[in-house]
């Protein structure tokens, strides 16, 4: 079983639809997760960094932890077409190594007008 | 710029031959890493240094890879007698300090798209 697990998609939405993207993750020593947005031919993107369960929102994009269930997600309201792009999960653990990033394989969105 | 910096942006090779990567990470950034983004495997970390010294190299394919950081600021990541499954995008990142702990998130450059005949 892979660390992080993320459904690749593609995702297709039409403009002003809610997206919601998902990872699961096996291992309970991590505790920091991000959400990257990649275009094609640039590096990853920060958009959404959390420690803690529960939602956290940041205008247009809400990203939600579960750690009892290993389960985050990022939500993309009023989605629009410059939000067409690769998706990351990334996730560290606490205490030692708490510096090298485990990614998801992306979810690839496309936001239709 | 304010930015990781990466350079070249493209290289193609023939195999066998060795390459050099740049990096040029956000100035006053202590913490820089290596990760390399391949089809098949997704975003896969490299190596990880903190100043000039480099705590983990765990993530080095083989001894055909090495990494250096001088001045506590630009890195290189070299590629010795490439082979086809070398062909990547090799991605730098850094950070305020090492950890991605609260408030130190790792910044991408744009990558090297690396390609080898």
């Known amino acids: 079983q892979k660390e992080v697990e993320q459904d690749p998609g593609p995702l297709s939405v039409p403009e002003g639809a809610i997206v919601s993207l998902n990872c699961t993750y096996s291992?309970?020593?991590?505790?920091?997760f991000m959400w990257y947005r990649q275009y094609s031919r640039k590096g990853p993107e920060l958009l959404m960094y959390?420690?803690?369960?529960g939602n956290k929102e940041d205008g247009r994009f809400t990203a939600q932890v579960d750690k009892s269930s290993k389960y985050i997600s990022l939500f993309i309201r009023d989605s629009q077409p410059s939000d067409s792009a690769t998706y990351l999960c990334?996730?560290?653990?606490?205490?030692?190594?708490?510096?090298?990033?485990?990614f998801g394989k992306g979810t690839l969105l496309t936001v239709n007008p | 710029g304010a930015g990781v910096s990466q350079s070249p942006s493209n290289k193609v090779t023939e195999k066998g031959k060795d390459v050099e990567l740049r990096c040029d990470p956000i100035?006053?950034?202590?913490?820089l890493y290596w990760y390399r983004q391949s089809l098949g495997q997704g975003l896969e970390f490299l190596i990880y240094?903190?100043?000039?010294?480099?705590?983990?190299k765990s993530g080095l394919p083989s001894d055909r890879f090495s990494a250096e950081r001088t001045g506590g600021s630009v890195s290189t990541l070299t590629i010795q007698r490439t082979q086809q499954e070398d062909s990547a995008v090799y991605l730098c990142?850094?950070?305020?300090?090492?950890?991605?702990?609260?408030?130190?998130?790792?910044?991408f450059g744009d990558g090297t798209r690396l390609s080898i005949l």
């Open positions: 990142a850094s950070s305020s300090r090492g950890g991605g702990g609260r408030g130190q998130p790792q910044h």
């Open positions: 291992n309970s020593a991590f505790q920091y």
């Open positions: 959390t420690y803690s369960s």
């Open positions: 990334a996730i560290l653990k606490s205490g030692g190594s708490n510096y090298k990033l485990t």
């Open positions: 100035s006053g950034h202590t913490a």
């Open positions: 240094f903190q100043g000039n010294s480099a705590p983990d």
